[in-house]
């Protein structure tokens, strides 16, 4: 993990623009998890027809994309730099996202961030993070996503 900032200031968060904001540990998804995402996307066979699904070629092992997506979250969370009581990410969207390589409950993933951009924006920082999610053995990465988030300071009570 050389190479990446390990603690920010809010008011230096431009300094990332161009850095490696954080490397991740590798990491599986276990059933539980991919039972859970479905659930909480109504994918049950109780209110939606699974045929399409459950045709697809790679099996019910199969993570679905948009769980790999979701979990820039929780990574966001565990890994960026930024830290205190009053900072806090609003998630503005996504430029560009693709799912590259299939991911397998079985499979070894791990994000790699950088921040391609730090902009002031207000009372915030408008940032552009370049997120790449290795999947281990495979020379293509399971998934690439052009994040955006409005860092911001909630005021003093």
């Not at 697809?56 to 830290?83: A, C, R, V």
């Not at 590259?100 to 951009?117: E, K």
Request: include cysteine; aromatic fraction near 12%.
């Amino acid at each position: 993990m050389n190479d990446v900032m390990t603690s920010v200031e809010f008011n230096d968060l431009h300094k990332l623009a161009g850095k490696k904001a954080y490397e991740g540990e590798w990491m599986s998804i276990d059933r539980e998890h991919l039972q859970m995402f479905s659930k909480a996307t109504y994918l049950d066979p109780d209110l939606v027809d699974l045929t399409f699904s459950k045709n697809n070629e790679f099996g019910s092992d199969l993570i679905d994309g948009f769980l790999l997506l979701s979990i820039l979250t929780y990574w966001n969370f565990k890994y960026f730099p930024m830290h205190g009581d009053r900072l806090w990410g609003l998630n503005y969207g996504l430029n560009k996202v693709r799912f590259v390589a299939p991911v397998m409950l079985s499979d070894r993933i791990r994000p790699t961030c950088t921040v391609s951009r730090m902009e002031k924006r207000g009372e915030g920082w408008f940032g552009v993070l370049d997120v790449t999610v290795e999947k281990e053995g495979s020379e293509k990465p399971a998934m690439t996503a052009e994040w955006l988030v409005l860092f911001l300071e909630s005021p003093e009570k």
